[in-house]
């Protein structure tokens, strides 16, 4: 009987249920491999023993050096069947086992007798399995066949050699570079996959050598090439070539007539392709964009979901950086808001987000309420993100958009889902001023029902925070006092530190907190009585604040200024002893990321309770290699470290990271060198570190740039002996130059509420002055400049600038050299066109530091 069709988007409860190998155990498919040695060879029943051995090495089943060993012998016996498709299954699972050098002499004749079969399957196949098992010395015997399978005839064989040389190229690129005629000759194939893998592979040949790809790209650029598959990938590398050429050249941009000719070729693929291209180059301006956006509204109306869902997702891209251009293709996507696939849905919403006006905010919502109940958790995500920035865009929108999160706050959904949620309820917090009690009410509203114990705390945490700067304070109390009876012994206790915070920082709650804290003194955790005990020692009897030390008030009530990440690996680092732990020993540093790392991707703006990112700072290991030198161990604390400088090409001979022999101070007069530590001896192929300390004028921050030369006498060793030649020969090596600038003397050091701090310094050293910033791309490259200048730590993710917006509010802070707090607030705005004027405002605890501050700007 038939079984009945099951639709592919149904839900199944038990998706194990389907799979043929349900139950299967690795000891009785061993078992059932005995078959392989039958005098009888049964080809069906021997393919199936080899289809279950593959499933379980790729689901991740091990097998030992014996059961592998007996596996592999007993399978090698399948070659003297001739049935094809048997045949096939013996070359994966030999391929699949990797066998060792051994054991690849027993197959390597079978494998070199196919490779020259008059059937073209076997000799496709045994290509792809000897070169994946071989080594570098039989490759070379068997060179001379692979070199013909490449300009062979069948497009199967060639495919195959092909893809084998990709392969090889990692292990054996020496072999595989001598092979360059006859991949040239399989660029011209008329086969489809061949042209294909060829332009693949000899653009690997190449890659190191920019002018050998930039050659290729214009050869084959004027029209040689007829894959589509090989199309796509030349878009690829001219894309690339015109990535690397915008460095070097100015003008025109090279190649980008081909970019356009493709968006007329007849295969979709390649249209797509080179439109993705060219809405990616850098700097791409409105007119390059134009062809490509129009490809791109066409495929929105196509009848293929997966050409609408190319367009859209490219198109929601576009968005981030050219709203405007994107406008035209609103109304098509409008109808793609009702689309069965939730992904073209949930792209297309978030698209329009981007480029809506404000006129279309509330249509737009009315959309999405809709919408929501009918996509996953992760697409919701997204929307929340781009509603986020639509209320950043259009801030008199606030209210209607701050009741849509707040509707879809209360509704179903995960962890991710909901902090997404509040994080954005919280930004739009501290970033538009009349949204600050509509939002605060809204998430005292959420943590009634919130079953997610984090969000909970962190919204408290916020509550007291923000709660007590608002007009009516008191109506949040009731809210949290209801946390002390109503949640678990975590949100109890976070709620007990809310409920302190409001009492100590609005004179007329005083009295009923301490009542409300006296009650919390009954509780049944000892979290709970701790902190109700503290707190009610601090605020007293008749609720006036007592008489305590500073430190313990700032601590208790205050912003607390030192990273999170910071604390903790200080606290994990601490040994008990006579001596208390001191807040004031742990590092203010923002963690950063070392030079050599790779960068991570732009971040998003942090929201309530972001965890912190990037690895642990470099400042205490090189604290403690400084300190370590005799010459450096009585400098003193380490104030910062700033990061690496490569004062050398990566691809050079000699490699240097910092300062070298011979350092040429001429152009930073205001230093003095105090010591030095030379390298006694640097092997080969081994890194050394060589160390000059100069001193600053005190109280200055001294700038200046400083030459640098290696010297050095090269001497030669005897590999054997290892002895070394008493003569050398001298040289040296120019290196880069090194440059101190005035933000080496910044350290960056986050707070967690700016204008709590801002307020409590005061105004009495704040400096303010105007500056014309001059033609910029973008508000957003404006702000990164200044903020690389500055050399301070963004906070409150006011580095992220919304998109299309014509003004911007940053907000820095830092620590000056001499432990001096610095806070900046910088005002952006677009005057002209790409003219960017701005307003830095300064507040610090020293009035020589906020008039540097200011130097610094007007000097850079």
């Not at 978030?350 to 009315?366: A, P, Q």
């Amino acid at each position: 009987m038939a079984q009945p069709l099951v639709k592919k988007d149904d839900d199944r409860d038990d998706e194990a249920e389907y799979s043929p190998f349900l139950g299967i155990e690795k000891g009785a498919v061993l078992q059932e491999a005995r078959v392989f040695n039958d005098p009888q060879l049964d080809p069906r029943r021997c393919s199936q023993v080899i289809t279950k051995l593959l499933y379980l090495l790729n689901q991740g089943e091990t097998f030992t050096k014996i059961e592998a060993t007996e596996v592999f012998f007993a399978v090698t016996k399948l070659f003297q069947s001739r049935d094809i498709g048997l045949r096939r299954m013996v070359y994966l699972m030999i391929k699949e086992l990797s066998p060792s050098a051994d054991e690849v002499i027993i197959v390597t004749s079978s494998l070199m007798k196919d490779m020259t079969s008059k059937t073209d399957m076997y000799r496709a196949n045994a290509i792809r399995v000897l070169c994946r098992i071989t080594d570098g010395t039989l490759l070379t015997q068997i060179e001379r066949y692979l070199k013909q399978a490449i300009v062979d005839k069948n497009p199967v064989v060639a495919s195959a050699a092909l893809v084998s040389g990709i392969h090889l190229l990692e292990t054996t690129p020496e072999i595989v570079k001598r092979w360059s005629n006859e991949v040239q000759e399989a660029v011209q194939s008329r086969a489809a996959l061949v042209q294909f893998h060829a332009l693949a592979l000899l653009h690997q040949i190449r890659q190191n050598d920019r002018l050998a790809v930039s050659k290729l790209v214009t050869s084959l650029t004027r029209g040689t090439v007829r894959s589509p598959l090989a199309q796509c990938l030349l878009i690829r590398y001219t894309t690339q070539v015109i990535r690397e050429a915008a460095t070097t050249q100015t003008g025109d941009r090279p190649f980008y007539d081909f970019l356009e000719s493709c968006l007329r070729h007849k295969a979709e693929m390649v249209i797509f392709e080179a439109a993705r291209a060219i809405t990616e180059l850098n700097g791409v301006t409105n007119r390059e964009l134009t062809p490509a956006i129009t490809v791109l509204q066409l495929f929105l109306s196509s009848s293929k979901p997966v050409l609408r869902f190319a367009a859209v997702r490219t198109l929601n891209k576009v968005a981030m950086t050219h709203p405007m251009a994107v406008t035209n293709c609103n109304i098509d996507m409008e109808s793609l808001i009702s689309d069965q696939n939730r992904s073209i849905a949930t792209l297309a919403i978030t698209t329009l987000l981007k480029t809506g006006n404000e006129s279309s905010v509330d249509r737009l919502m009315k959309q999405i309420t809709n919408f929501m109940s009918d996509i996953a958790d992760e697409f919701k995500i997204v929307v929340v993100e781009a509603i986020r920035s639509l209320c950043l865009k259009f801030p008199l929108k606030y209210r209607s958009l701050m009741n849509f999160l707040s509707n879809i706050l209360r509704e179903e959904g995960g962890f991710e889902y909901k902090k997404a949620i509040v994080d954005s309820i919280v930004i739009l917090i501290r970033d538009i001023p009349d949204a600050k009690e509509n939002g605060l009410l809204h998430l005292c509203e959420f943590i009634e029902d919130c079953e997610f114990t984090y969000l909970s705390t962190q919204i408290l945490h916020f509550l007291g925070t923000e709660g007590p700067k608002t007009s009516d304070p008191s109506k949040y109390i009731r809210y949290i006092y209801n946390r002390v009876h109503l949640e678990n012994a975590t949100v109890r206790a976070a709620a007990v530190s809310t409920l302190a915070k409001f009492g100590a920082m609005v004179d007329a709650l005083k009295p009923r907190v301490f009542v409300l804290l006296r009650r919390c003194l009954y509780d049944g955790d000892d979290e709970v009585r701790d902190r109700a005990t503290l707190y009610l020692n601090t605020v007293g009897s008749d609720g006036e604040v007592i008489e305590t030390d500073k430190v313990v008030k700032d601590f208790l009530f205050g912003s607390l200024d030192i990273p999170l990440a910071n604390i903790e690996t200080s606290l994990k680092n601490y040994e008990p002893a006579e001596q208390p732990f001191d807040i004031n020993s742990v590092p203010k540093e923002v963690k950063t990321q070392p030079l050599a790392e790779k960068k991570a991707p732009g971040k998003k703006p942090a929201g309530l309770g972001a965890p912190p990112s990037g690895p642990p700072s470099t400042v205490d290991a090189y604290e403690k290699l400084l300190s370590s030198i005799p010459e450096f161990s009585d400098f003193g604390k380490l104030f910062k470290s700033s990061a690496p400088v490569e004062l050398t090409e990566a691809e050079t001979e000699y490699a240097v990271n910092v300062v070298t022999v011979i350092v040429d101070a001429s152009e930073a007069e205001e230093f003095a060198e105090v010591a030095s530590k030379p390298l006694r001896s640097l092997p080969y192929d081994s890194p050394g570190q060589i160390f000059g300390a100069f001193e600053k004028p005190e109280g200055v921050p001294a700038v200046g740039k400083f030459s640098n030369m290696l010297r050095f006498i090269v001497k030669e060793v005897d590999p054997t002996t290892g002895d070394v030649e008493d003569d050398g020969v001298e040289d040296e090596y120019q290196l880069e130059d090194l440059e101190v600038v005035a933000a080496d003397y910044v350290m960056k050091v986050g707070v967690s509420n700016f204008r709590n701090a801002w307020e409590s310094i005061g105004p009495d050293f704040e400096r303010v002055d105007e500056y014309g910033l001059g033609p910029r791309e973008s508000l957003a490259e404006a702000v990164s400049a200044v903020i690389s200048l500055l050399g301070m730590q963004p906070c409150e993710g006011t580095e992220v600038v919304a998109n299309n917006s014509r003004s911007h509010t940053c907000l820095l802070s830092g620590v000056f050299i001499g432990n001096v707090k610095v806070l900046v607030r910088l005002q952006f705005g677009i005057d002209g066109p790409k003219e960017v004027a701005m307003k830095l405002a300064v507040r610090s605890e020293d009035d020589n530091v906020s008039d540097m501050i200011h130097e610094i700007v007007a000097s850079g």
